[in-house]
């Protein structure tokens, strides 16, 4: 069974930064799709960055030039750089992935880690 695990988060202050990792393991045969969304209490979860396997990485607004994305395929491993943070950022992150176990495509998240930013 695949699972998806996620570390890095913590307490930062204002203008500092995080990395974020989401390894996964279990019986993968492929990857595509890999992200990270944030979610704060009584608001949706939101995207945050997300690439596509040999394709391009794409922000959202909020955090383009400060937060990049990034993954190492051998590892099975997706990463946050969150840089200059901002109390805004304050929230659980979750990593998500597309992966392929032998013909079938699913969708996997992590547990979520918190992330806050001290003003």
């Known amino acids: 069974q695949v699972q998806l695990v996620e570390s890095g988060g913590g307490m930062v202050q204002t203008g500092g930064s995080l990395r974020l990792s989401c390894a996964a393991s279990?019986?993968?045969?492929?990857?595509?799709?890999m992200a990270w969304y944030r979610q704060t209490p009584g608001k949706q979860r939101e995207l945050v960055a997300h690439?596509?396997?040999?394709?391009?990485?794409d922000y959202q607004d909020s955090v383009k030039g400060r937060f990049t994305i990034s993954r190492d395929s051998a590892k099975n491993t997706v990463y946050l750089q969150m840089n200059s943070l901002k109390p805004e950022d304050t929230a659980v992150y979750y990593c998500?992935?597309?992966?392929?176990?032998?013909?079938?495509?699913?969708?996997?998240w992590g547990q979520g880690t918190q992330v806050t930013v001290s003003s």
């Open positions: 998500y992935m597309r992966i392929r176990e032998v013909a079938v495509w699913s969708d996997y």
């Open positions: 279990g019986r993968i045969f492929e990857t595509n799709r």
């Open positions: 690439q596509t396997a040999g394709g391009p990485s």
